[in-house]
């Protein structure tokens, strides 16, 4: 009995799953959002009235389930190292477009990740209501595949990330005033991707959102294959000590692209006006199904060779603080990543050295405030000059005496 308000803690999840681990049936099949809360089951079938997405109905038809409201993030956030580590499991990652040529052993215990489509993030909710509908066919799809073949197997729907948080005070873990910043922040937080040559790392990097969009429209969120199935090629990535490249490389990320490799090129070099060495990412290319190439030049992003970079917007826009300014081809690309921290040189330890932030200290808040402080510092300033200024009348007319006379040469 899970109890109103009550977050499942990622030692209680590992109990409620053990009899997965435990049954004779060792046939597992992870599906894996991108976001999803308990209310979208309630909120999209209701409110678009017959227009209901969720159409499958295996959690009727199954001979026993468990649905748990709210689980904490770090739970499912570490879910698939926790079942692969539960035991001898064959892992085989899944996409849409491999669903077709699944091939299932039944006689070994088979652990299937399927990767469904991300919601959008542009917060359409008719957008969102047909990604959700195209995962319930996802999902129907494979359910019924493998009960033709007659394989036994239990199902396990989750998402990264919550895609609604409530605030009110009966519905959370702890009755206690918390900073909303910090809280977001740490329902995001997964270990950062790394690349290693020989025994120590030698490129970090972390995003809390990395998303594509091809030709204006083709949604392509690369966050979850990057950084927690970590479904993405970096063996071709190059490191030394002036020249660093990230390469990343996916397989099929969205219908239409078979394809997509991701470099981001660093240069380390030392500046005799600073008398010490910088790093910069001088360009980031696209690369779709090895034949269509794209650029874009990076403006922004430098920091001292000890040190990491962060920014908490890049892409193409003109409102980030960080730019990446397109060119040829890379004009049919539009790029964004959130809270992007990145290394390539001097790590000590596996971790991200000291960040250099691409917001300066004086933030255009922080000008207009000064700004706005000045001038009425001034008219306070003026004001009180004026007043010091005034002076009274030497002498005063007395109704009872005569008439005060005052010479012109006084």
């Known amino acids: 009995a899970v109890h109103e308000g009550q977050v ?3 030692q209680e999840l590992t109990v409620l799953l053990q009899p997965l681990f435990t049954q004779n049936s060792r046939n597992l099949v992870l599906f894996l959002q991108d976001r999803l809360s308990i209310d979208d089951f309630t909120y999209f079938s209701e409110s678009y009235g017959n227009k209901n997405p969720f159409q499958n109905e295996i959690l009727q038809s199954s001979p026993s389930s468990l649905v748990l409201p709210a689980v904490d993030c770090k739970a499912t956030r570490y879910l698939l190292s926790v079942l692969q580590e539960s035991g001898d499991w064959k892992l085989t990652n899944l996409t849409n477009l491999s669903i077709s040529q699944l091939e299932v052993n039944a006689s070994n215990p088979n652990l299937l990740v399927v990767q469904l489509q991300p919601l959008s993030s542009d917060l359409k909710e008719i957008s969102t209501m047909e990604a959700i509908a195209e995962n319930d066919k996802i ?3 494979v359910t ?7 394989i036994h197997f239990s199902v396990i729907y989750t998402a990264v ?3 609604r ?4 005070t009966d519905v959370v873990a702890g009755l206690r005033r918390q900073l909303m910043a910090a809280e977001e922040e740490d329902s995001l937080s997964y270990p950062p991707l790394n690349v290693t040559t020989g025994n120590y790392t030698c490129i970090l990097f972390y995003a809390s959102n990395f998303s594509l ?5 083709v949604l392509i969120d690369l966050t979850n294959a990057t950084f927690l199935t970590q479904n993405v090629d970096i063996s071709a990535s190059e490191c030394s000590d002036s020249n660093t490249t990230l390469s990343l490389k996916y397989t099929n990320p969205v219908n239409g692209i078979s394809s997509l490799e991701i470099r981001f090129l660093m240069t380390n070099k030392f500046y005799e006006v600073s008398a010490r060495k910088w790093f910069t990412l001088d360009s980031v290319e696209i690369v779709q199904d090895g034949e269509k190439f794209a650029k874009f030049n990076v403006s922004g992003i430098s920091a001292p060779a000890e040190y990491s970079f962060h920014c908490q917007l890049v892409g193409t826009s003109n409102l980030y603080p960080a730019r990446l300014v397109p060119s040829n081809e890379a004009k049919n690309w539009d790029v964004f990543i959130s809270e992007l921290q990145i290394q390539g040189f001097n790590i000590i330890n596996n971790q991200f050295s000291y960040a250099s932030d691409c917001t300066g200290f004086f933030t255009p808040g922080i000008w207009m405030g000064l700004v706005t402080s000045i001038i009425l510092l001034w008219i306070l300033t003026y004001g009180i000059h004026m007043i010091m200024q005034l002076t009274t009348n030497s002498r005063f007319d007395d109704p009872k005496g005569p008439a005060l006379s005052v010479p012109q040469t006084e």
Request: glycine share 8%; proline share 4%; aromatic share 0%.
């Open 139 to 141: 999902i129907g799809r």
């Open 161 to 163: 990330r919550p895609s």
């Open 165 to 168: 948080i409530s605030r009110r």
């Open 8 to 10: 499942v803690s990622a």
């Open 213 to 217: 969009k091809a030709n204006r429209s």
């Open 144 to 150: 019924m595949d493998l009960q033709e073949r007659g």
